[in-house]
């Protein structure tokens, strides 16, 4: 007989079977430690006591912001939104902000100031260093009701545009909301690009028996998990737009394992959730997606026999499809940390997602769903370096992406090249992933955990890596302190080079290895 699947309630941690590591159920505080190999040089603990300590930083960031314009020299019709704000333990503060003329938003205009302890500016990390100025904000062309006037710096010289948000179905059923941005003067299209973000997976149900955070309600339970911002499981009821129902049950005991079971899906996809958040507090000593101790929500049971799994910016949450036999949901452990790590993209460096700067919006969720396999420390999930092994999308065992030779899948990039930016998404990330698995682990053979791995590189030079967790930790600090919007992957590999600088210092071996990666992957 199928085990049910064990939970516990918000107030204690039940004891589970052996493969639930039961440190990993309250975050930072009961994590396990790293090994020395793993620690970095220089601590990463938030200098923010609080969510509402942030808060309060990003009120006094945006109380300054006019003399912060002042101070970078920008134009008098230009001012500066407070999006963000984080302080090293250094002392450093890192504060991002969003830019408008007249007005009007600037996209591509974003920028992070970085000032050392005593308040002096160190430097300043700009998507454009165009100057930001347009003859009018008239348009010239016929004006939708629904489109906003922006001012477009994406590329090259900004100028006045149109946004318009075009609604739909994408062909494999996914929600479409392609934004699209028109040039307001000769009516050409600047950019357009699909703002529902994909894991592009198949179906699997995957994780044995886990513990659960849950709230009672009235004579039963439901999955409210109020150890983590209030998380919340719904079931959609194959409907696609809503919240559908929370799942609730009557003792406590959720599911049975199987797709047969309504419930099951909803476990894996709770469970998802409360290993990405405790993943994000004890590696970054982030407060949920967003940094402001507030959760995202779960949807389970999206559409009829569908076959993917999304994250939607609009309604802060997660949507899992339940596959094409409608039994097989999409909630594998490391497709849930890459759902909720595209909120994560999108609350720090807000990636485009097209061009290159797609790929590496794609590249770290990927990193980061991986990271969060390895962290929950899932005994019938074990930590690896492939995404979607569990779930049988090609019908042969094999996963849908490999991050140590990413063309293996037959459409991912191993290495960069002018044409990179033109591949879709989910394949030109393959140059940040193998990137990512050569820091950590280095190039050759070897096996982790079980799987074999020969990471080749693109000069045919051998990269010694620094190990998993010192790598996350610089990818994470490149992405929430010195990635913009329009970062690319040149821009990419300088983002990560600060990073390691500040963690590691100048004269390092992890610096050192970041540069030899990037050189490994064709990044100059």
Not at 387 to 414: Q, V, W
Request: some cysteine.
């Amino acid at each position: 007989m199928t085990p049910h699947i064990s939970t516990r309630r918000t107030a204690a941690l039940a004891a589970v079977a052996a493969m639930v590591v039961v440190g990993m159920q309250t975050g930072a505080a009961n994590a396990r430690p790293n090994t020395p190999d793993d620690t970095p040089s220089v601590s990463t603990a938030p200098a923010f006591s609080s969510a509402s300590a942030r808060t309060a930083a990003i009120e006094s960031a945006q109380s300054d912001a006019s003399s912060t314009a002042s101070a970078l020299k920008l134009g008098a019709k230009e001012k500066l939104i407070a999006r963000d704000v984080i302080k090293d333990a250094d002392g450093t503060v890192h504060t991002r902000y969003e830019r408008t003329y007249a007005g009007l938003p600037v996209l591509g205009g974003d920028l992070v100031t970085h000032t050392a302890a005593n308040g002096k500016l160190k430097s300043v990390t700009k998507a454009t260093t165009a100057r930001i100025s347009v003859p009018s904000t008239t348009p010239k062309i016929k004006t939708a009701a629904s489109a906003r006037k922006v001012v477009w710096a994406g590329d090259g010289t900004p100028v006045l545009a149109l946004e318009s948000v075009q609604t739909g179905v994408q062909k494999d059923g996914t929600p479409s909301r392609k934004r699209v941005i028109t040039d307001a003067t000769t009516g050409k299209v600047l950019q357009s690009y699909e703002e529902i973000e994909t894991a592009g997976v198949g179906n699997s149900q995957y994780s044995g028996e886990v513990g659960l955070s849950t709230t009672a309600s009235g004579s039963g339970f439901e999955l409210t998990d109020g150890d983590r911002g209030g998380h919340q499981t719904y079931d959609l009821g194959q409907g696609t737009s809503g919240t559908g129902d929370l799942v609730t049950d009557d003792d406590d005991t959720w599911g049975d394992g199987t797709g047969d079971d309504r419930q099951t899906a909803a476990v894996d996809a709770h469970y998802g959730a409360a290993q990405t958040w405790d993943f994000y507090k004890s590696a970054f000593g982030r407060d949920g997606i967003a940094g402001d101790g507030k959760a995202a929500y779960s949807r389970v049971h999206y559409g009829d026999a569908y076959v993917n799994a999304f994250w939607d910016d609009s309604c802060f949450c997660m949507t899992y499809g339940d596959g094409a036999d409608n039994k097989s949901a999409l909630t594998a452990l490391d497709v849930a940390g890459h759902e909720m790590s595209h909120g994560l993209t999108s609350s720090t460096a807000n990636l485009n997602y097209s061009g290159e700067s797609g790929g590496l919006n794609e590249a770290t969720s990927d990193i980061l769903g991986t990271s969060v396999e390895f962290f929950a420390d899932n005994a019938t999930d074990v930590g690896d370096y492939l995404i979607g092994e569990k779930i049988d999308i090609n019908g042969d065992g094999s996963p849908l992406r490999y991050m140590d030779e990413p063309s293996k899948d037959g459409g991912s990039a191993d290495y960069w090249d002018s044409g990179v930016g033109g591949l879709d998404v989910h394949y030109s990330s393959g140059v940040a992933n193998h990137f990512f698995y050569l820091l950590s682990e280095g190039s050759g053979a070897k096996t982790i955990n079980g799987v074999a791995y020969d990471s080749p590189t693109a000069d045919g030079s051998t990269v010694t890596g620094i190990g998993r967790e010192k790598a996350v930790q610089i990818w994470y600090k490149a992405l929430s302190e010195y990635m913009t919007s329009t970062t690319d992957y040149a821009d990419a590999r300088t983002a990560t080079e600060k990073a390691a600088t500040d963690l590691y210092g100048a004269d390092s071996a992890e610096l050192k290895a970041v540069d030899a990666a990037w050189s490994g992957v064709n990044v100059q």
